[in-house]
């Protein structure tokens, strides 16, 4: 039924109307009527018959309705005289409101759990989204920063190499944040964590937590030295507070000969950690 198109429905139902011509029946318009009528609701129960407990005042209802139209045809036979006419004429009324009355509360009730259904698959897409969200959340961000984890770091940093972008990578390591954590706790030592990343993460940059009190950071096409004092700038009230300073190794990433992600994050670590020493020399 599905397949049949309006038109052919059209035709076919102007077609049955006149054969119906042909044949001798009284009252053939009501047998017409109860033709369409029920050719609806077959369609109907074919669309909703898998709701059986939706589907039973339906069920009824349909039964009535059909009853109505036999009592109408007697009614019609009879021309409302005698008992049966008489009869047929109150009964066919009621019998068609009651029908009528009981489809409508099966459509209502078909309609309302469509609607409930509708809502319940909404909610659960919402919740859907949110559990992604979640799980994407822990396993490419670092749960006490915030900032990105290496995971993280990792998949962008390959994806920037593929696509043969340019740039620098930061490797920041925490000075001094061992006696942070020795003389105020770890409690303070997080928090101390947690302004380092608020500092590291500036609107130009994309920030990391590797661990620890590693961060990377990576640039686009700002100078790397320029950017490097800003930090310290930037930080210089936790350095006052707390004695902590930044050391930074660079790695410039998108040349002729492309690094691989761990070359160039070994290359920076490698860079940081001679700026230590030479930090730690120059203290001396």
């Known amino acids: 039924m599905d397949k049949i198109t309006t038109w052919q429905w ?5 077609g049955v109307r006149a054969l119906l011509e042909f044949i001798p029946l009284p009252d053939v318009h009501d047998f017409y009527g109860l033709l369409i009528t029920s050719l609806v609701l077959v369609v109907i129960w074919r669309r909703f018959s898998y ?33 049966w006419g008489h009869n047929a004429d109150i009964l066919d009324d ?11 509360i099966a459509f209502v009730r078909v309609m309302h759990d469509r609607n409930h259904l509708i809502a319940q698959l909404h909610s659960e897409n919402q919740r859907s989204q949110a559990l992604q969200q979640t799980l994407y959340q822990q396993a490419y961000s670092d749960e006490l920063t915030q900032l ?16 043969g972008e340019s740039g620098t990578l930061l490797y920041i390591d925490v000075n001094n944040f061992k006696p942070v954590n020795d003389r105020f706790g770890h409690e303070v030592g997080d928090e101390v964590l947690k302004r380092c990343a608020h500092y590291i993460q500036a609107p130009d940059v994309v920030a ?27 930080a210089r ?4 507070e ?6 930074v190794g660079c790695a410039a990433f998108g040349g002729p000969a492309p690094l691989t992600a761990d070359a160039l994050i070994a290359q920076a670590d490698q860079a940081m950690y001679r700026e230590k020493t030479s930090s730690k020399s120059r203290s001396r």
């Open 10 to 14: 059209l035709v076919l139902l102007l």
């Open 51 to 83: 709701q059986e407990r939706l589907l039973r005042p339906f069920l009824i209802g349909v039964l009535i309705y059909w009853l109505g139209h036999v009592f109408d045809y007697i009614d019609g036979l009879h021309q409302g005289q005698g008992f």
């Open 94 to 104: 009621i019998l068609f409101a009651v029908g009528f009355c009981l489809i409508g």
């Open 148 to 163: 990105g984890n290496r995971r993280a770091l990792f998949e962008t940093l390959q994806a920037k190499i593929a696509a």
């Open 208 to 234: 990391y937590r590797l661990g620890g009190d590693e961060f990377v950071a990576l640039l686009g096409a700002q100078n790397p030295q320029q950017w490097i004092l800003a930090l310290c700038q930037r």
């Open 237 to 240: 009230p936790l350095a006052q």
């Open 242 to 247: 707390y004695g902590v300073t930044f050391s």
